[in-house]
């Protein structure tokens, strides 16, 4: 089943190796290639080993897509050097955030994995071009925080072997506290000469096992996580001090920038979280060591529908950035509903920094690294939803090349999965193309976001995180909605660059999504199609409730089309997906009608 299943056809044709010449260009950079038909045979030129096979597997993925081998002629170089994975996988077996099953990795404390199927994820990733993975969560649980000790770095090391031969490096996420809760020692100050003494240590001992070893993830200060600010250090202190480390191995240090206050009052209405990462690290820019990458979620917040980038992408200048992207759906449907993060993505990478640039114009500058939150799993079909196997996909696509169109990933991994001439590529790739609009006008409205369920964030829960301490706040009230963030609010606006932060103060050039992220405004507000704001709530709620069922119907008429236990699957997800809607678009209607009064226009039902 597992190789003959259509679950597995992006993954069992790269298996299908083809054999092309190979010659070496000393010219091309690192991993880059150049692909050249005619003559009777398909060349591949790079400059390295990692390049040979990434254009391998770009020519036979053209082929494959109907292209005349003797017309290839494509040169092609990635635009972020590290094209990176992380899972949050724990060691008992878990996955924080995972919808795939358990984790490929670990079970009971131990690693404990197939290789064959791990050879099989590391070629699939290799396939889009990702050349790097971290296997264990950035919450640091338990024997977790013992990967870097000689107890587990030997079987540690087989697995960087076989990730080894796709020219796949491993990172480790690492606990900022590790001289402590590992090594015993009676502070983690980075400033303490024990200290550093005991990281340069552990960096030699985990070299010694991993010798390309990429370097140390660290989510610190954050979340419940130790940092150096409760050390009474800066971000950079404690950054510097696993970066002098790593140095003489040629290692990097991943540094989260999702640092924020966890434990804020509701009634607080002048801290704002969305400021709290510039906050902390723009003041410090300058101030990292060359071997740090500060790795930055896309959005201010975390993750959810519709959020502006973040600011502090565009506001650094002297210090290298990592994009943080969410390929697993915890906020957009967590695999059960139809979600293609490609479009959001695309979204993000064409918006503007500043009047002149793009965040995709940042890649090869400030911005080096591109990072994934996995959305694999243990499940047969790797990623729960077969359908979500295309975030994976759009991801390692996206990160080569930030100015790639989602429109021609996803028709690409639909015609690469179900078969270029299959009749079900072009009607599945138009689901994806319409999946996130679709989940959009279902979700909370233009912007404001967090009207999930608490905890494990699936399905609606207006309310859920309205008075708790995560700073997730919507403020509806009878006569408005939203929060203030311009110059007259919390004052977000000011941290993005004057051009950017003059489209946000207006209401009347805010990106429409983004309306309520920025502004607080009356039901009554007339948004630019001239329909007023709770008419907007009541339209887009119908529609995407709608939106479902026409995908429930689409996929019907697929039956026969592809894999029978593939079609299954997603229809049982569809189906879900359609309740989950219905619940969205009853709870938030009948919601903002009870607060406000003001009927539906169309005089649908909204129960009350
Ligand atoms: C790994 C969100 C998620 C957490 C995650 C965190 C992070 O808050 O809900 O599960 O923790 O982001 O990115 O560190």
Redesign the pocket.
């Known amino acids: 089943m597992k190789k003959e299943s259509g679950y597995y056809a992006w993954l069992g044709e790269v298996r299908q190796k083809r054999e092309f010449a190979r010659v070496t260009d000393a010219s091309l950079p690192p991993d880059a290639y150049r692909i050249t038909g005619g003559g009777g045979a398909v060349t591949i030129a790079s400059s390295d080993a990692a390049g040979a096979m990434y254009g391998e597997f770009a020519a036979g993925a053209q082929i494959r897509l109907g292209v005349e081998p003797a017309t290839l002629d494509v040169t092609s170089v990635p635009a972020a050097k590290y094209r990176v994975l992380n899972h ?1 996988d724990n060691m008992d077996g878990t996955v ?2 995972g919808y795939a099953g358990r984790s490929l990795f670990f079970r009971n404390s131990e690693l404990c994995y197939d290789a064959e199927r791990i050879e099989d994820y590391a070629r699939l990733l290799a396939s889009v071009g990702i050349n790097g993975i971290c296997l264990n ?3 640091l649980r338990d024997d977790s925080r013992r990967l870097i000790t000689d107890e587990k770095l030997p079987q540690l090391a087989e697995l960087a072997a076989i990730f080894r031969k796709y020219h796949v490096r491993l990172i480790i996420a690492v606990d900022f506290a590790a001289p402590k809760t590992v090594g015993g020692l009676s502070t983690s100050d980075p400033l303490d000469g024990g200290v550093i003494a005991w990281w340069r240590d552990t960096a030699a001992r985990v070299y010694g096992y991993i010798p390309d070893l990429l370097g140390f993830l660290v ?1 610190a200060d ?2 419940f996580q130790s940092g150096p600010a409760a050390l009474g250090r800066t971000q950079a202190d404690g950054a510097n001090v696993l970066a002098g480390a790593l140095a003489p191995y040629g290692g990097t240090v991943f540094w ?1 920038c ?1 640092v924020y206050n966890c434990l804020q009052d509701w009634r607080d209405t002048v801290t704002d979280r969305p400021k709290a990462a510039y906050d902390h690290f723009f003041p410090l820019d300058g101030t990292f060591a060359d071997n740090v990458v500060l790795q930055v ?1 896309v959005g201010p917040v ?2 959810q529908v519709y959020e502006p980038l973040s600011p502090l992408l565009g506001a650094l200048k002297n210090t290298r950035r990592g994009l ?1 992207l969410q390929v697993t759906q ?1 906020y957009t449907g967590q695999q059960i509903d139809l979600y293609a993060t490609a479009i959001p993505w695309e979204r993000a990478l064409s918006s503007h920094v500043s009047e002149t640039r793009t965040l995709s114009e940042l890649f090869g500058g400030g911005i080096d690294t591109v990072v994934g ?1 996995s959305n694999a799993g243990d499940d047969e079909n790797w990623t729960g939803n077969p359908l979500a196997q295309a975030n994976l996909y759009a991801f390692g696509r996206l990160a080569w090349n930030p100015r790639a169109s989602a429109g021609d990933i996803l028709r690409d991994w639909s015609r690469l999965t179900f078969g270029n001439a299959s009749d079900a590529a072009e009607p599945i790739a138009d689901m994806l193309l319409q999946s996130t609009d679709v989940y959009a006008k279902y979700n909370a409205p233009l912007g404001i976001g967090w009207m999930v369920t608490p905890g494990h ?1 699936y399905g609606v829960n207006i309310d859920g995180y309205e008075f708790s301490k995560w700073g997730t706040y919507h403020r509806a009230a009878h006569d408005a909605l939203g929060v203030d963030r311009t110059s007259r609010g919390t004052g977000l606006t000011a941290q993005y660059d004057p051009w950017v932060a003059a489209q946000f103060e207006d209401a009347r050039t805010c990106p429409e999504e983004l309306l309520l992220f920025f502004h607080r405004l009356p039901y009554t507000f007339r948004l630019k199609g001239g329909v007023p704001l709770i008419q907007h709530i009541y339209d887009t709620h119908f529609d995407g409730a709608d939106g479902v069922a026409r995908f429930i119907e689409t996929w019907d008429a697929l039956r026969g089309k592809v894999p029978d236990e593939l079609h299954s699957c997603v229809a049982e997800r569809l189906n879900r997906q359609l309740e989950n809607a219905v619940e969205w678009r009853d709870i938030v209607n009948t919601y903002f009608h009870r607060l406000t009064g003001i009927p539906d226009e169309k005089g649908r039902q909204i129960w009350l």
């Open positions: 949050w924080e955030r969560n950035v919450n989510k954050s979340e989260r999702f979620k975390d993750f943080e915890e939150v964030h």
